[in-house]
């Protein structure tokens, strides 16, 4: 019902910049809140970035001043810039979408995309 689809990750040098895309797409009704997430091999899927729907954001000690998190709302696509990158950052970045559906009004859902690697070399 609701598709995610992430783009931009590769591999970069430390220090340099990355930024990532999430498209939705989908019986959305409303979209509560947006965030990025990362995991690294043998780690805790950890969250990187909030945005809440009232335009309110958070982030994770270990990125923030580094990471931004926003989103066009005419283009239904979240982003996350991400600048003065460490190896450190290297792990599988995934967008993740709390929505309403158009057919359940009264529950909210959460999606995920399939994951894009971000790889940063020191």
């Known amino acids: 019902q609701v598709q995610l689809v992430e783009s931009g990750g590769g591999m970069v040098q430390a220090g340099g910049s990355l930024r990532l895309s999430c498209a939705a797409s989908?019986?959305?009704?409303?979209?509560?809140?947006m965030g990025w997430y990362r995991q690294a091999p043998g780690k805790q899927r950890e969250l990187v970035a909030v945005?809440?729907?009232?335009?309110?954001?958070n982030y994770a000690d270990s990125v923030k001043g580094r990471f931004t998190i926003s989103r066009d709302n005419a283009k239904n696509t979240l982003f996350l810039q991400m600048n003065s990158l460490k190896p450190e950052d290297t792990a599988v970045y995934y967008c993740?979408?709390?929505?309403?559906?158009?057919?359940?009004?009264?529950?909210?859902?959460?999606?995920w995309g399939q994951g894009t690697q971000v790889t940063v070399s020191s």
């Open positions: 945005l809440q729907s009232g335009g309110s954001t």
């Open positions: 989908g019986n959305i009704f409303v979209i509560n809140a």
């Open positions: 993740n979408h709390n929505v309403t559906l158009t057919t359940t009004l009264f529950q909210v859902y959460s999606y």
